[in-house]
């Protein structure tokens, strides 16, 4: 197993970092965010075309580059950072991983190659009424009938409901726990936006009401469990790169802004608090890799670190973007400072794959405490 | 990883794999006896199975051959300090050794090499760290200890304050002032001296824990010979900053095992008082698994730098802060969760697995001060790796 990140790694590192600068700054997630948007179909085509990132993870057979969660991690580390606003999130760390976890090759080759190419976005539901990939806060329920499958429930906080092509969602069968794919725009499918702190992330109800679907995959309950870590250890990449964002800003303003003579960050009221969030920031960042490098090689222990990666990461985003308003003063309060956007996003991401001390609790069961 | 071992004319490779096995078979065959609980039974027993280690080459896992040591590569580091922390080898007696043998083995002469590093590593001679005084502690440069020049001597008179272990040390490794108080760090020189000479006074102060593990040094007159000391004249304040960086990061490893070990007994002691099942406390040990574990990755993030860069990277300076931080409030968390049974000493009968977790309570409140407090340790990742601004208050570097 690889322990850390190699020179391939941060080369791509630098790429996503350079293109994010140039088309998905803060300030464009600011006007998307304001405007309602969900993303800018030009980036999204350039992606896809130029930088090959929505295949990223896809198999090479279904026209994708083959690589891992640990590629995936660094991606998503920088999305975090620009705060980057698209459907790359649900498309891929939740759809693209969900149907590789899963393991239906009819399904695969049905949708992996369209998305791969920048066609197709999608998105995954699996608890009822939270985010979360927790399989017993499933209701939902699907009936197989001579002309297939059909769906019926709601699914509450769908990441990208509104606007996603291929919507994934966990129901019950008569025997198991299934996946289930239906259209974004399929009869009985009614969806509505939901809004929550975090503008620069769309989320929405979905309302089924006997959805024509198709079937993913058998019993799904096995192949959920690892597409939840993989999505967990991909939102806390996520989250570590937008707390190191919030740092990085905080470190600037306080080297910039002088008061009583001398810059706020000679302070050490300033600094100590600095460095604390560099530790928890440099740990967090050993625990999302981790946890996707584990991912990566079937390691038994890839669970545990799945949930200590979402539970320590949601908490120091949680934190840095906190302190950075702080550090930033009356500036840090006001609307057109960007430090409000990183509380926004850290907000809704501490909770949208399942809270802190879920994690905690899940951490528990499985170390058999 | 293999590393290539000259033995006689035979030349063989040993995986990483095999060199486990023989280091792991070495422990299995030479197990550390029961540790005594008299005080000087337990000093011997220390010093013996170090000289036991030694002469069969497992100490020094760093040091070059030529000086006793090991001479591993990095990878073996590591899993020579995963097998040490596992088979519960007892720390060696003094302190500091990760300091000053590396300072000798750049800064010292050959006479001083031959002299000090094989006894040093056999716990022939037990080393101390004085560096510490009473007005000069996180400001080193303030030290006050004089040394004057007599013929072939230095005359030293002053205090040392702190020094770990210091009744059982045979030698101490001290900075002392040989330039005026103003020139700060531009005069101090560094000093190896005799912890039996005449005029040396060893005083032990009573700790936090009850124990008397460190002790006041006083130098009144003592007599140090010219060769005793490392380095030049007033040039001794660079030499503080050498040790082994590297040897320390393998060391993290060690340390992340052993604090698996005492976690999992905590564990375990929380489950036989059936207090898992209580949300809150599960929460809690929950969040010190989530915290031993990101010890390990650390440990092994900073350890794949060393390896691919040669540096050990940005993890590598947070790890002690997040270690000592994880250290203290375990045992706050243990001795709350043991309620009435965690505040007794271990001479109630009351006290659980003699009072340990009490004992680690108070002396782990040392882990956020000795070796540079955690203010100091902030202070330098705020400047060093954040690039925030130096206090003005504070004096130039």
């Known amino acids: ?369 | 990883m293999t590393q290539q071992i000259e033995t006689g004319t035979v030349m063989t490779i040993e995986s990483d794999d095999e060199f486990r096995a023989r280091i792991r078979q070495w422990f299995a065959d030479n197990r550390p006896a029961k540790r005594p609980r008299d005080p000087a039974e337990r000093k011997s027993w220390v010093r013996a199975y170090h000289a036991r280690m030694y002469d069969a080459r497992m100490t020094g896992p760093s040091w070059p051959l030529e000086y006793g040591g090991m001479g591993l590569s990095f990878a073996q580091q590591v899993i020579y300090q995963e097998e040490l922390a596992k088979a519960r080898v007892p720390s060696p007696l003094g302190t500091g050794l990760g300091i000053v043998a590396p300072t000798i083995i750049t800064y010292g002469t050959d006479e001083q090499k031959q002299r000090w590093l094989g006894p040093m590593l056999r716990q022939d001679l037990i080393w101390c760290q004085g560096y510490s005084e009473p007005g000069a502690g996180s400001d080193l440069p303030a030290l006050r200890t004089t040394a004057r020049r007599e013929d072939d001597f230095y005359v030293v008179n002053g205090q040392k304050v702190w020094t770990t272990h210091a009744t059982d040390a045979d030698v101490f490794f001290t900075l002392v002032r040989t330039g005026t108080q103003e020139s700060r760090q531009k005069g101090i020189t560094y000093l190896i001296i005799d912890a039996h000479a005449p005029g040396v006074t060893v005083r032990p102060l009573k700790d936090i824990t009850g124990g008397e593990h460190f002790a006041e040094v006083f130098f009144d007159d003592v007599r140090v010979p010219i060769a005793d000391r490392i380095g030049e004249e007033n040039q001794g304040w660079p030499l503080v900053r050498t040790s082994l960086g590297h040897e320390r990061a393998a060391g993290a490893m060690n340390q992340a095992t052993n604090y698996r070990r005492i976690l999992d007994e905590l564990i375990a002691l929380a489950r036989e008082r059936g207090l898992t099942t209580d949300p809150l406390t599960r929460d809690r040990l929950a969040d010190f698994e989530i915290r031993v574990r990101l010890m390990k990755y650390n440990a092994s993030r900073i350890i794949n730098d060393i390896i691919a860069h040669g540096e050990p990277g940005p993890a590598s300076s947070v790890s002690r802060l997040f270690i000592t931080m994880f250290e203290q409030e375990l045992h706050e968390f243990a001795v709350e969760m043991l309620g009435a049974d965690g505040i007794v000493t271990r001479d109630s009968e009351r006290a659980i697995q003699r009072g340990r977790w009490l004992t680690g309570f108070l002396g782990s409140r040392a882990s956020t001060i000795g070796a540079g407090t955690s203010e100091i340790q902030r202070n330098t990742i705020a400047e060093q790796v954040l690039g925030l601004p130096r206090d003005p208050a504070m004096p130039a570097r």
């Open chain 1, 1 to 369: 197993m690889i322990t850390g990140w190699t020179d391939d790694h941060e080369e791509l590192r630098a790429v996503v970092r350079r293109f994010l600068s140039e088309k998905s700054s803060t300030e464009k997630a600011r006007e998307l965010a304001i405007a309602g948007a969900v993303g800018d179909q030009a980036v999204w085509r350039q992606m896809a075309e130029q930088m090959d990132l929505q295949g990223l993870v896809i198999p090479e057979e279904f026209g994708g580059a083959g690589m891992g969660a640990v590629e995936l991690g660094v991606v998503l580390e920088e999305m975090g950072r620009a705060l980057y606003v698209g459907p790359y999130f649900s498309t891929v760390a939740l759809a693209v991983q969900t149907l590789t976890a899963v393991g239906d090759r009819a399904a695969q080759a049905r949708w992996l190659p369209r998305i791969a190419a920048g066609e197709l976005t999608a998105t995954v539901a699996i608890a009822d009424d939270a985010p979360s990939f927790d399989l017993t806060a499933v209701t939902a329920t699907a009936t197989a009938s001579r002309d297939g499958w059909s769906v019926s429930g709601a699914k509450a906080f769908v990441i990208d409901g509104m606007t996603a092509d291929l919507i994934l969602v966990a129901a019950r069968t008569d025997g198991d726990l299934g996946l289930f794919a239906l259209a974004g725009d399929a009869a009985g499918l009614h969806r509505e936006a939901v809004p929550t702190v975090d503008e620069t992330r769309a989320l929405a109800r979905v309302e089924l009401d006997a959805v024509p679907a198709v079937r993913v995959g058998d019993d799904a309950t096995q192949t959920l469990a690892r597409a939840g870590d993989l999505a967990a250890a991909a939102l806390a990449a996520e989250q570590i790169g937008g707390a190191a964002a919030a740092l990085d800003m905080a470190v600037d303003y306080a080297k910039m802004r002088v008061q009583f003579e001398r810059p706020i960050g000679s302070f050490q009221a300033i600094k100590h608090r600095c460095a604390d969030l560099k530790v928890q920031i440099e740990s967090g960042r050993s625990a999302a890799f981790f946890a996707a490098a584990l991912l990566d090689d079937g390691d038994p222990e890839a669970a545990i670190a799945a949930s200590t990666a979402q539970a320590w990461c949601s908490a120091a985003y949680t934190k840095a973007s906190k302190e950075n308003i702080q550090f930033h003063g009356g500036i840090g309060y006001t609307w057109e400072c960007d430090a409000h956007l990183y509380l926004r996003r850290a907000t809704v991401s501490d909770i949208v794959l399942g809270a802190p001390r879920a994690h905690r609790a899940r951490i528990a069961e499985l170390v058999e405490m």
